[in-house]
Nanobody
Framework: VQLQASGGGLVQAGGFLRLSCAAS????????MGWFRQAPGMEREFVAA????????YYADSVKGRFTISRDNAKNTVYLQMNSLKPEDTAVYYC?????????????????WGQGTLVTVSS
């Protein structure tokens, strides 16, 4: 499975962005898709995930109520709608795909990774 993330950019605090992650290849093997982010000097952290079979979504507490993860089956694409952005949301955002049930917040539960897209939120 290949993942291509896009949609990052520079936005003012309070603004919004929508990230996309297009999947290709053996997408039928995907069990879950997720988004992680890594700020400068920080460890990569879980942001959100969506289960492929039933669209059940999971969120980190820091983004709950502001971010929404969704998918388009026909396009094999996962989206991350980010509203009410804060400077602390500044990071490189990575999409990831997992092929088995496991701990959704753990990086080790994901088998495929996109290249990352930079989101910068100015104050």
């Amino acid at each position: 499975v290949q993942l291509q993330a896009s949609g990052g950019g520079l936005v003012q605090a309070g603004g919004f962005l929508r990230l996309s992650c297009a999947a290709s290849g053996r997408t039928f093997s995907v069990y879950r898709m997720g988004w992680f982010r890594q700020a400068p000097g920080m460890e990569r952290e879980f942001v959100a995930a969506i289960r492929w079979s039933d669209n059940i979504a999971y969120y980190a507490d820091s983004v709950k109520g502001r971010f929404t993860i969704s998918r388009d089956n026909a396009k094999n694409t996962v989206y991350l709608q980010m509203n009410s952005l804060k400077p602390e949301d500044t990071a490189v955002y990575y999409c990831a795909g997992g092929i088995r049930p496991s701990i959704i917040t753990s990086m080790t539960s994901y088998d495929y990774w996109g290249q990352g897209t930079l989101v910068t939120v100015s104050s």
